[in-house]
Structures are given as C-alpha cells and as structure tokens.
C-alpha cells in the first residue's frame, strides 16, 4: 500500500472523528477542552492483503477564546512521526467541510445515514456512546473514492471524544478499485489537571 494511502485514511480518518461528534451536537468539541487534554488511538488498515497498524495521540498544545492548536503525532512501524498541528477555530461550530478542505480532502461529500446509542467496551472499560453512520463519496487526492464509516463518540471523553471507528473505503476507477478496511479504537485518554 502506498504511504500517500495511509495519509489519506488517517486524515479521513480524523476529519470524521471530529466532525461526527459536531454533527452529534452542532458545536464544537474542543470548546470544552484544556490544554494538556489528549486522547492516543491504534489504527489499523487493511488492503490487497497487508495489515498497516499505527498509533495517533491528539494532543491539545494551545488555546485562545478564537482558537485551539492541536497536535497530531502519529507512530508507525516503530517510527515517531513529527506531530502535526491543526488550528480549530471555537468561535464557530465546527466545520467538517472546511476541515476536509484544510487537510486536502475537498470534494469528499458526508451524508448521515443512521444514528443511535450503544455502549461500547474497550480495554475494560465500557463507554456511553452516540454512533454516526456515514456514507462518503467523491475524490480524495484526486483519486475517486467511497466509503462507509460508523463512527462511536463518548462525550466523556477529552477532544474528539472517539471511542472507535470502522470505515471501508473503495478507492479508484471501477475495475482497479482497491479496498480498504480501516479501524481505529480508543487506547487511552487523559485531561490537563
């Protein structure tokens, strides 16, 4: 799987996390948040027959009444990628649209397709969660692409509030598609004392 692949999941990947848990409440979810909160995920995706797996800790750096300075650091294969910053503004409800423009994923149009509760168990805790259905489709990269993605928010837990995430991807013309199974489940959180 080519590395520009993975970019593409993990930035899909997070824009939705994000965006679902705005989409839950038409706000924004770092409005609530301090700096020092983070919240650490595992990834893994899957395609043509090889598993990728990677660990991204969010992690809020900065933060004024106009906006928040989030790092994402991202571990793969055993290497420490440099963190990579993204600018929230607060004054607004978060803007999904505006987010995938921002990390190069503009033309990927969102449509809820289902909604609920459900508690979901992860490393021996159990969490009160929303889940987001979504349909996906448009070009990421430049690449043609649909997708279908349940995502699971806990509003107890710091920034995104991502529980976990499941997403299959098709990316490609018809006929050399390639898909891909990507999920990412909470590992740990912790908020600034």
């Not at 995706?45 to 009444?65: C, D, N, Y």
């Not at 649209?97 to 809820?112: H, M, P, S």
Request: with cysteine; hydrophobic share 40%; proline share 4%.
């Amino acid at each position: 799987m080519k590395r520009t692949g993975y970019a593409a999941a993990l930035a899909i990947a997070a824009l939705f996390a994000v965006g679902a848990a705005a989409a839950e409440t038409q706000d924004n979810p770092f409005r609530n948040a301090k700096v020092g909160d983070w919240i650490r995920h595992r990834m893994k995706t899957g395609a043509q027959g090889q598993t990728q797996e990677m660990t991204i800790t969010m992690t809020l750096k900065a933060k004024t009444e106009q906006e928040a300075t989030v790092a994402v650091a991202v571990e793969l294969a055993g290497m420490k990628m440099p963190a990579q910053e993204q600018k929230i503004p607060l004054d607004e409800p978060y803007d999904i649209a505006k987010a995938q423009a921002t990390a190069a994923a503009a033309g990927v149009k969102t449509e809820i397709v289902g909604q609920g509760e459900e508690k979901v168990s992860l490393g021996g805790k159990t969490y009160a969660c929303r889940w987001i259905e979504t349909d996906l489709s448009g070009a990421a990269e430049a690449v043609p692409m649909k997708a279908k993605s349940k995502i699971w928010i806990c509003k107890d837990l710091p920034l995104s509030g991502l529980v976990k995430l499941e997403t299959t991807m098709e990316n490609g013309e018809d006929g050399q598609a390639m898909t891909s199974v990507t999920t990412m489940e909470l590992v740990d959180s912790g908020r600034a004392p």
